[in-house]
C-alpha cells in the first residue's frame, strides 16, 4: 500500500524525483530552503541536476530562466513570500515575457503557514503571478494531486507556479483521480449552490458541504486547482445547477481566485450571486494554522453560515430555508 501524502509541500517533493527519473532534462534549484520545500529528495538523488543559489532569489529566478534557455527543465523552489514576492522583476522579463519553460513553487503559502508569522504568510502571491501573460498557476488540494500537478508541469510547455503549504489536509483524491491543468474537479454535487475552493480550503469546502446536507442544503464543491486557465466549463455548468457561488481561498480576495471567477461571471449574461471568502485586505500574525483560518473567517463554520445567508438573501430553495428557520 502506498504511504499516504500529508502535505502539498511533500506531493511536490515526491512529484519532483519521480519527474526527474523519467526525464534527465530536469533540474532543480533552491534558495536555501531546500528541506521546507521538500527537494532534499531530489538534490541526495540527482546532486549533478541541484544548484543551491543561497539566500538570493533574484538570482534563483535569473538562473532558472537561464537553465530553461539552456534546453533543461528548472524547477525553482522557494517559500512564496520571497519567490514570487522578492523576484516578480526577474520573472516577468526573464521568464514570463520569454515564455520560458520554469517551474516555479512557493512553497509555505497562506495563512496555513502558521507560526512563522505574517512576514511568512504570503497572502498575495497568485494574485502576482495570475497577472503574468503567459503564466500558469496551480494549487492543488491535498498530497496526491501535487504530487500529480508537479508531473504535470514538468511536461507543461511554458511557465508555471506551483502553490504549496505545509498544512496537512487529509486525503482527498487518489492516485486514481484525473488530474489535468486547466481542468476542475467535480468532488461533491449539488445543486443548490457550489463552492468553488483551491489549495487547503476544498477540505473545508468538503466539510462544509457535508454539513449543509444534514441541514436541507445541497452544496457542490468544485476543485479548481488550477487558477490560470480558469476552467470556464466547470463554472458554466455550475451556473446551470445553480446561480449562486462561494469561493474559498487562503489568501487576499483581491486578485485571487475570487477575483478570477468574478472576472469570468461579470461577462456572462446569466444571472448570478458570487461570495468571496478569502483574507480581507489584512496581514496574518503568528499561530496555529489551522486557528488562523478560522480567526479570519475562513471555517468551517464559517462556510456553513455564509451559504445559509447567501441562500436566505436569494430565496432559494424555500423548503431549506424554513428548515434553518430563515424564511
Known sequence: MTEKIKTTRDGFGRGLVEAAQKNQLIVGLNADLTDSTRMSAFAQQFPDRFVQVGVAEQNLAGVAAGFALAGKIPFAASYACFQPANCWGVIRTSIAYSNLNVKLVGGHAGLATGEDGATHQSLEDIALMRVLPNMTV?????????????????????????????????????????????????????????LVAC?????????????????????????????????????????????????????????????????????QRKEFRLKIMAVKDTFGQSGQGNQLLDYYGLGVEQIIHTSQRVCAFNNCRSDSLNMLGLK
Open 138 to 194: 496551480i494549487v492543488p488540494a491535498d498530497g496526491e494531486e501535487a504530487r500529480k500537478a508537479t508531473l504535470a508541469a514538468a511536461t507543461h510547455q511554458g511557465p508555471v507556479y506551483l502553490r504549496t503549504s505545509k498544512l496537512e489536509t487529509g486525503v482527498l483524491t487518489t492516485p486514481e483521480t484525473p488530474f489535468d491543468i486547466g481542468r476542475a474537479a467535480l468532488l461533491r454535487p449539488g445543486h443548490t449552490l457550489t
Open 199 to 267: 489549495g487547503v480550503m476544498v477540505a473545508r469546502a468538503l466539510q462544509a458541504s457535508a454539513r449543509l446536507e444534514e441541514l436541507g442544503m445541497s452544496a457542490a464543491v468544485l476543485n479548481m486547482h488550477t487558477i490560470k486557465p480558469l476552467d470556464i466549463r466547470a463554472l458554466a455548468m455550475a451556473l446551470e445547477r445553480s446561480p449562486y457561488l462561494i469561493t474559498l481561498e487562503d489568501h487576499q480576495a483581491a486578485g485571487g481566485l475570487g477575483s478570477a471567477v468574478a472576472e469570468y461571471l461579470s461577462q
